[in-house]
């Protein structure tokens, strides 16, 4: 199974409530949490795939961003359902 990276500001409610969905789900193994508030690689990353600070929580599944919370519970679900 491939790595996905979680885009995501710790003080952003919508950012902590897909961190703790991700772990309640047991799918934290396949996540990396990038942190965008600290230092310039993961905001620099997620600029690069064309993400936009402001937008967060973003996950990225390889090829393409899943922006938003409402997408990416859905995404989780999906990805839940496929393990």
């Not at 710790?10 to 902590?16: F, K, R, Y």
Request: aromatic letters at 8%; proline letters at 1%; charged letters at 25%.
């Amino acid at each position: 199974m491939s790595r996905f990276e979680l885009f995501h500001k710790i003080a952003n409610v919508d950012c902590a409530a897909i961190r703790r969905r991700i772990s309640e789900m047991g799918l934290k193994s396949l996540f990396d949490f990038r942190n965008v508030d600290t230092g310039d690689t993961a905001s620099g990353d997620l600029a690069s795939r064309g993400g936009s600070l402001e937008a967060v929580p973003i996950v990225w599944d390889g090829t393409k961003l899943i922006t938003g919370r409402n997408d990416i519970e859905i995404f989780l679900t999906t990805l839940a359902n496929r393990i």
